[in-house]
């Protein structure tokens, strides 16, 4: 049977199962039929806010909340960029670790080749603090831009972009505390060069314990919105049926996994914008 109805935003027919335009992703439920002699339309129109596929079923490759081209675009541009600065940031944060492990271990340079005070030493550990600060502030920032524009037209990523806004919250809080506890722990390794007899154990200083409980604290705080945030990733991929989101959430609960998670994020979030941008009809099969 021909289509018999039209959308009010484009003017594209539509067919009588169909719940959105092919053409700009607008819910038949805004749509009207054609002003002509005789027309008729079949069934009820859908609920404002769902559109139901044939059969009462939700059309392939959506939820059962109706697409917005502009609003996925805005927020699988946020995922884009979230995922490239977490993706540095945990480089970084990876070489640190193994340019420590290797000094530890003595086979490669010494801490008084790189540092030759103990105020450098603090210096270096403030500024990894500040580093990884920054690094996840960017990245919380931009998957919250993500969740808050998907939240007018599907209401459950409201609370990933709460969970987003947690941790940003805690973030400057471990890492205030991570500052004071690296400051203490590099006064603690240049002990060595102190004469004996001087009182040198920086780790029990009340700036090292009010650091240490900040970060234990913080932490609690930063892990339960890092979780929720998860989830939200982990929404986008039931949204858009592309796993790539999911495969990429689980990765990121392994620390040294969290580059691939990343990247496979990135190419989920790029696959889906390609589909958005290259298919006329919207169907993000």
Not at 22 to 37: D, K, T
Not at 99 to 123: I, N, R
Not at 215 to 224: K, N, P, S
Request: proline fraction near 9%; charge should be positive.
């Amino acid at each position: 049977m021909g289509p018999n109805r039209f959308c009010a935003g484009c003017g594209q027919p539509l067919s009588p199962e169909v719940g959105f335009c092919s053409r700009c992703g607008r819910p038949s439920s805004f749509a009207s039929a054609p002003s002509l002699p005789g027309a008729e339309t079949t069934g009820p129109l859908p609920s404002p806010g769902r559109f139901p596929g044939p059969n009462g079923r939700p059309p392939a490759g959506f939820g059962p909340f109706p697409p917005s081209p502009s609003r996925d675009r805005e927020a699988l541009g946020w995922v884009h960029w979230a995922s490239v600065v977490a993706l540095v940031g945990s480089v970084e944060s990876i070489a640190w670790v193994v340019w420590d492990a290797v000094q530890s271990s003595g086979s490669g340079p010494a801490w008084g080749l790189w540092f030759t005070s103990v105020g450098q030493v603090e210096l270096a550990a403030c500024f990894l603090v500040a580093v990884g600060f920054a690094f996840g502030l960017v990245e919380f920032v931009f998957l919250r831009r993500a969740f808050v524009a998907l939240r007018s037209v599907e209401p459950r990523f409201g609370s990933p972009a709460t969970s987003a806004t947690v941790a940003l919250v805690a973030l400057p809080i471990v890492a205030l505390g991570a500052a004071l506890v690296l400051a203490g722990l590099a006064r603690t390794l240049s002990c060595s060069n102190i004469p004996s007899g001087v009182d040198c154990v920086a780790t029990s200083s009340p700036a090292f314990l009010a650091g240490a409980g900040l970060v234990f604290l913080g932490g609690i705080t930063l892990v339960i919105g890092a979780l929720g945030v998860l989830i939200g990733v982990w929404r986008l991929g039931t949204r858009y049926s592309e796993s790539r989101f999911q495969v990429g959430a689980i990765l990121l609960l392994v620390p040294f996994l969290a580059p691939v998670g990343w990247v496979v994020i990135l190419l989920g979030a790029g696959k889906v914008r390609g589909r958005i941008s290259g298919v006329s009809n919207f169907a993000l099969r």
